[in-house]
Structure formats: C-alpha cells, structure tokens
C-alpha cells in the first residue's frame, strides 16, 4: 500500500526530473532552504549507501545533519520504532508484529543478496546447499572434505540483531543451526575484514559489500551475481528498507525520497546493490 | 551571614558526598529493577547456569561466565609472573640508574588507552596465535588473555612495587647489616613483609581483567560456548553487554544484560568486601 | 650455601626477565602504532577533501576526517569533567575535612565500589537512563552527547574524589592547624590554605580523569557515539568520538587506506593520552620545587 503511494511520488518526480534534463543539483534541491537532524541508525549493510548520500546531501547544503550509526537491523527497528531515531534501516521486512507494534512504514530502496565469501586463497568457490547447511551445523570441519586444503574450518556468524543472518539462516541454512564455536561479529564491514584475514575463515556478507578481498561461492551452482539476485535465481536475497515510525514529514522524508531519485539510485547502484523503483 | 553562608556551603560538601552515593546505588537499582523480571520466578541460578538460546528462550549466561573466568584466569596466570618480576626489579634487584626510568615507563603505561592494546592485539598478535597453533581463527580465549596481561601487568607492577617499598627501612637496614645481597634482602625480608600488598594487588588486577570490554570484544572471538581449550573462542559478560544491547527493550532477552550487568556490579562488590576484609586481618597482627 | 645461591640467582634471572618482558610488550605495542601510523600524519587524515580553514571555522563539514571525531572526543571530554569536577571535588572535601570515621570508612566503601564497577555496567546505566528519560521525561532525549557526558562524569568521580581527599589528608599537621588556630573558620581554612596548597593534587586528579574520558571506548558505546555524525552540533545529537572511531575502523574498514586512517588515529590517540599523563609528572615535580624552595 505504501509502496504503491512511494512509487506514485517517485514516478512523478522521476517525470519532472526527466523533463528538466536533470542536472547534479536537482535531486538535491528539495534540500534548500532545509535545516535540522536525520539520525539515522540500522543494518550494517545500508550503511555506505547512507553515508555516501548523507555526504552528497550535507556538501551542498551544510545546515543539514545526518548522522548515521549501525547495530543491525534489529536495532533500526527498535530504535526507530522507540522514537530514538528517525529512521531505522533494517535487512530483512520488519515482522508483522513489529509493523503493528510501532506503526512502521517501509520504504524498499534496493534489492541485496547474501553471498558465501570464504579467503581469496581458498580455492573452493562452489559448494552444495547441504554442503553449507552441515558446514555451519559444525558437521563439516575441515575444508579437506569439501575439496580444499587440509585445514580447520573457522566459522564467522553475524550478532542476533543482523538481518543478514536471519535471511541467510532462513533461506540459506534452511533455518538449520549455527554452531555455538562461530566467531560472532557485529557488521557486514566486519565479517568482510574477519574473512579477509582468516585463510581458513567462511561466512556470509551483503553481496554489496564484496569486493577483491574476499571471494564468493556459489550455491547449488548459482553464483551470486547482480543478475541472479535480480533474475531470482540466487536464492539468498533481501530488500534493504528504511524504516520510519508512521508517515516521516520534512526532512526525514526528503532524505528517504533522496534515494529513489537519480543520483540516489546512481549511489545504490555504485555500492553493488540493485535499485527497487 | 556568613556563618549562615558557611553552614550551607558545609552542607553542601555532605550533599554533595550523599549524592555521590547515591549514584553508586542508582546504578544497582538501575540493574536489579531491568533485570528483576528474570529474576522474580527463581531463575536466577538457572540463568547463572544455563545456555544462551534466546531463540529457544533460554537466556542463560553460563557461557560467559566461563569466558569471563576462562580470560582473565588466564591472563593473571601469565602477568602475575612478569609483574612480580618488574617489581622485584624495580623496588630490588635493578640498578638504580635502570629502576627509575623503568618505573616511570611503567606508569606510563598505566595511561595507554584500553581500545589500542585491542586494535595492535588484531593485527600485530591474532595473526601471530594462529601462526602458532596452525589452524583456528587466531581469535580465542589465548590471545584475548595475552593482551589483557599486557594490560594488567602496569597496575599490577606498581601495587606490587608499592608494597615493597613499604618495609620499614629498620628491616631493610638489618638486613644490609647482616650481609645479605639484594636478592636474598628480596626474597627473605620484603616479599613475605608484603605479602598482603601482593594479595590485594593480585584481587585489583583480577577485578580490572573481569571487568575490561575492548579487549575481550575485539579478540576473543565472541562465539557463545564454553571454551574447552585455550585457543577457542568465547565471549565475555561485558562483551556479552555490549553485544546484546542491540535487541528489543521489551524482550527478556534484553532484560538478560541487566542481569549480567548484576553480576558483575555484585562481583566488584564482593572483591571489595573481600579486600577490605583482608586489610583489617592484616592490621589486627 | 649452594642451594641459596641457586635461589637467588633465580630471583635475579626472574625480576630481569620480568622487566624485559614488559618493556619488550610496550616497545612492540609503541612501535607498532608509530611505525604504521607515522606515515599517516597529514592534513588530509584530519581533513578528509575538505579544506582545512573552511573545516576549522566549521564552514564546510569534513567527511572521512578524523577532525569530527577529534572535536567530539573534546566536547565529551570538557562536559565531563565540568560534571564531574564540582561534585568530587566538594565530596573529596567533605570526607577529608567534616567525616567522622565511621561515615569516612562508609562512604569509602561505596566509591572503592563505584571505582571498580565496569566501564560497561557504567555505560549500560547511562543507555538505560537514556531510555527512561526518553520515555518518561522528553522524547527528545535519547542516547546523546549529554548522556554520555553523564556517565563518563561518574565514571571518573571517583578519581577525583579519591585524589582530592589524599591530596588533603596528606597535608602536614602544622599547616593544617595554623590557621585554625590563629581563629579562621573550618571553611576559611580550606579555601585559603588547604586547597590552594593541595592544587597540585587535585590537578593531577583532574588530569587522570581528563585522559580517562577521552580514551573510554565502553561507556560511548552504549550512549550515542556512531559512525558518522560530523562534528556535534547539540547536547542531544549523537556524536563521532577518537576511541569509537578506532574500534569502529577496526573490524570494518572498507579499504587498505581506511585501515591507515585507523593507525593514525590511534596515534593521535596515543599521543593525546600520553601526553596527558607527561603533564601529571610535571606538575609533581613542580610542586616538589616548590615545597622546597618556598617552604
């Protein structure tokens, strides 16, 4: 319902923006004239998309503050729900109950997977869904059985609160167990950096954040590419939402309708997601 | 008039001094009432120890009141040497052209912030632990309670040397008297005359590894179990904390922090009690 | 006579060892931030793109700059301790000049408590209180600049306390009772002749809690510091801060060159920190001087 309300909208600025060849400042001139706070809090993985529009925004008009923090989907959705913030960005669709309860209105802006990503030096880069769901189990413990060297598997899961971890336990592990001997680390930017460093570590991460240091594996033979996650063919994926509690007003919702504009989808695009109209 | 306006200032002092307190007991009520709802229905041995499965319901702490204990067990075992050693060279054994500088290098140290020790301990030591023990993710209960040595020793160096210094020098002076060179003065006359110097000291050091945060959130791997060996990973309480704080404020998994908060408000409280109690033992010989 | 002569030997080989364990840590932890974070030092560490005078006069806001942070560790730190300083200071008073010895020996008790809890117990109480005040007082206060100024106060009242009281206990027993003597009031003397002779005491004190709020990574975890906030603009906005940012680059630097960035802050970190404690050792040195040549 609010969806089809913010695609009215982003059509028709995307129509005006169209017929006014539009330039670097357009997108950003709803800002003019505007003074005040954004907090902004929530998944890891929306996280550059955010700073990088935060700064766009903040550079022309300097009377303007966002500031951005993380913690997780699970926190974006208490915080903001809570009125601690004004917009809470989660990974995953925040739970009826959770839409009930604070009277949450979504706003999806992208659409993200959630790829396998072991050591660049790890050879392995394909692996069969119950390959994964018994590696994670802690069945699977050294990398020799799934066709690698002879070494202990080091497992890296994600905090409760991650969005990413609930969408890779539902769709990825089939709601399988995470052994209790994973490391747990608190970000998207943090499970890269831990895989990166580990030549024996695996673990999951936004496919927006994957870049040279790390590899990905593909799953029951699906790569996770831009493609599959779009054609659907990579199962393990999620919308990014921004979350506000009932209809954000003045610059909060400027800031939301930001990222539908060009230059925000120009952002989205830039840091690996895939923009949702 | 001015008598008036020194009784209120007075007053102020002693409001002032109630305030300070009263702060200190805010901050147990704060814990006992957020938490109390885990508590009320006598689960409170069974969150000390039970698993943690929020999912399944079960908030038990147990594991990281292993981990607590398993790192900084560990690390006092590992400073507890080195740090009787710096003392005993700086108050003793080492020349005193050497034993000042040290000293002072010492206290430095006491001034280096907690968040540097864990961001060398990630790139300078976990790669080196994983060298070691050929396999692992380096980030484990070892290399969490080697930095925390690390951290420790400082404090613990100056207690220690602090206590040592504090024989009177009529002992010292007989000893000299008698011949004894530096390391028999050490070992016979100051190290048992300090003794209760050392215990408290070792308490101190053991209270500030419980209660550090960075080092074991940055290191220790965070994994939910209850370490078998040293080089697996774990989670402290006040890692657990700073963790968990993410979670909806209504559910008891959240409440659960509250709880863990208790425990170690109520620890530094027993080690206090603990310390004090040895220092009047102490005293009444 | 040989067995003693192994035994010591022993202790010497043991305290050597010692001494060269801890300096052979320190040089390596040292070392290690000098020798990756040197090569960092430069405008565009603190500046990000943004020129340096039009970031300085807050004209232009600094992304990917550690100046943000660098002002917000500042903003904390004064707050604090214009918090903390009045109430430990007129507490260390009282217990040094007005407590009989049971009330002394109580209210020992409780700051030796309050002392060793946990920066995160401390930090926790500070995101409760926040919640509370947001739900009970104003919607507007939520974990922010002032929340943690507050409890990073409390976290360091206790220095203060404990370093006011001894520096005025351990003034000499002549000084203490001269004037008192000669008829001024119990309040006179202390503001006439205890607290200006115990200065240096107490601005030591000051001192440990000024390094202490600034390297405190727990507390500001739980009450407000984020990743990126630019430079604080009011008492109930969030805020960047030095130590979080080190943590934060720490496990998600997106780049080899933000990871620099890490090493240099923790550099500038480690410096501020060091320097800090420098000033202390003067300020005792200073005060010998003069307890020597004014007495």
């Not at chain 2, 993410?246 to 408000?265: H, P, R």
């Not at chain 3, 520096?167 to 002749?193: C, F, K, M, S, Y």
Request: glycine share 10%.
């Amino acid at each position: 319902m609010k969806k089809n309300g913010m695609m009215v909208v982003a059509g028709f600025m995307g129509a005006i923006l169209f017929c006014c060849s539009s330039s670097y400042a357009d997108d950003l001139s709803p800002f003019k004239g505007e003074k005040g706070t954004v907090k902004v809090s929530g998944g890891t993985a929306h996280i550059p998309v955010m700073k990088e529009a935060a700064k766009q925004v903040m550079t022309a008009h300097p009377d303007i503050q966002i500031t951005i923090a993380g913690g997780g989907s699970g926190v974006g959705i208490k915080q903001v729900g809570e009125g601690l913030v004004d917009i809470g960005n989660s990974g995953r669709k925040p739970t009826d109950d959770e839409i009930a309860r604070y009277g949450l209105k979504l706003y999806q802006w992208a659409i993200d997977g959630v790829a396998v990503v072991v050591n660049p030096n790890n050879p392995v880069r394909a692996l069969t869904g119950s390959q994964l769901i018994d590696i994670f189990a802690g069945k699977i413990d050294n990398w020799k059985a799934v066709g690698g060297e002879d070494r202990k598997i080091s497992l890296y899961t994600r905090d409760e609160a991650s969005g990413t971890r609930e969408v890779f336990w539902e769709k990825g592990l089939k709601k399988g167990e995470v052994a209790s001997k994973a490391n747990v680390v608190v970000s998207n930017g943090a499970m890269k950096t831990s895989i990166a460093q580990d030549p024996a570590g695996i673990g999951y991460v936004s496919v927006g954040h994957i870049d040279p240091t790390v590899a990905a594996v593909a799953v029951d033979g699906v790569a996770p590419t831009h493609e599959t996650v779009t054609s659907g063919k990579y199962p393990i994926a999620r919308g990014l939402y921004s979350n506000t509690k009932g209809e954000p007003a003045g610059l909060t919702k400027k800031f939301i309708e930001f990222l539908y504009t060009a230059d925000g989808q120009k952002i989205i695009s830039a840091n690996g997601f895939i923009p949702a109209k | 008039m001015s008598g008036l306006r020194e009784r209120i200032l007075e007053s102020g002092f002693f409001l002032a001094a109630v305030a300070s307190t009263a702060a200190t007991l805010l901050i147990f009520g704060f814990m006992l009432v957020l938490g109390f709802p885990l508590l009320r229905s006598g689960l409170f041995v069974d969150l000390l120890t039970g698993a943690w499965a929020p999912a399944a319901g079960a908030y038990g702490i147990f594991p990281m009141v292993a981990g607590t204990l398993a790192i900084s067990l560990l690390s006092l075992i590992l400073a507890f040497p080195v740090s009787l050693g710096c003392a005993g060279f700086a108050a003793a054994i080492g020349p005193v052209w050497l034993s000042r500088p040290f000293r002072r290098m010492v206290q430095l140290m006491t001034g280096i912030p907690t968040v540097i020790y864990g961001f060398v301990g990630i790139f300078l030591l976990v790669p080196i632990v994983r060298g070691l023990h050929g396999g692992g993710s380096g980030l484990c209960v070892f290399s969490a309670a080697l930095v925390l040595a690390v951290l420790i020793s400082p404090t613990m160096v100056l207690f220690f040397s602090d206590s040592l210094d504090r024989v009177p020098k009529s002992y010292l002076d007989a000893a000299d008297a008698l011949g004894a060179t530096p390391s028999q003065k050490l070992r016979l006359v100051m190290l048992p005359y300090a003794k209760e110097g050392i215990l408290s000291g070792l308490i101190l050091a053991f209270g500030r590894a419980v209660g550090d945060t960075m080092v074991a959130l940055m290191i220790a791997g965070n994994a939910v179990q209850v370490p078998e060996s040293v080089f697996d990973a774990a989670r402290a309480l006040t890692a657990h904390i700073a963790l968990v704080i993410a979670a909806d404020t209504e559910s008891l998994e959240f409440k659960s922090i509250f709880v863990c908060g208790l425990v170690l408000y109520l620890f530094v409280g027993l080690m206090i009690s603990g310390l004090r109690l040895l220092s009047a033992l102490g005293h009444r010989r | 006579m040989t067995t003693m002569k192994s035994a010591d030997r022993i202790i010497i080989l043991f305290s050597w060892s010692g001494a060269l364990v801890l300096t052979g840590a320190l040089s390596a932890i040292l070392g290690y931030v000098i020798f990756k974070g040197a090569g960092t030092l430069d405008l565009k560490l603190f500046f990000g793109d943004t020129a340096p005078l039009d970031a300085l006069t807050l004209k232009r806001q600094v992304f990917d700059g550690l100046f943000p942070a660098i002002l917000g560790t500042l903003c904390l730190v004064v707050l604090s301790v214009i918090l903390a300083v009045p109430l430990g200071l007129a507490t260390g008073i009282y217990l040094a000049e007005y407590a009989g010895g049971f009330a002394k020996k109580v209210f020992n008790l409780f700051f030796d408590i309050l002392a060793g809890v946990p920066s995160i117990v401390v930090g926790l109480f500070g995101f409760a209180l926040a919640v509370f005040l947001h739900r009970h007082v104003s919607r507007e206060i939520g974990p922010c600049l002032l929340v943690s100024s507050l409890a990073l106060a409390l976290l360091v009242l206790p220095y203060i306390i404990r370093t006011t009281q001894t520096a005025l206990e351990g003034l000499p027993a002549d000084i203490r009772l001269t004037a008192l003597a000669l008829g001024a009031t119990r309040l006179q003397n202390i503001r006439h002749v205890l607290l200006p002779r115990s200065l240096s005491g107490i601005m030591t004190g000051v001192i440990l809690a000024v390094g202490r709020c600034a390297e405190d990574t727990a507390v500001i975890l739980l009450t407000g510091a984020v990743a990126a906030a630019g430079v604080p603009r009011s008492l109930l906005g969030h805020y960047e801060a030095l130590p979080f940012y080190i943590y934060y680059i720490s496990s998600q630097y997106a780049n080899p060159e933000q990871l620099l960035t890490g090493y240099g802050a923790a550099l500038v970190l480690l410096v501020i920190c060091l320097g800090l404690f420098a000033v202390t050792f003067v300020i005792k040195r200073r005060l010998s001087y003069n307890a020597l040549y004014r007495a």
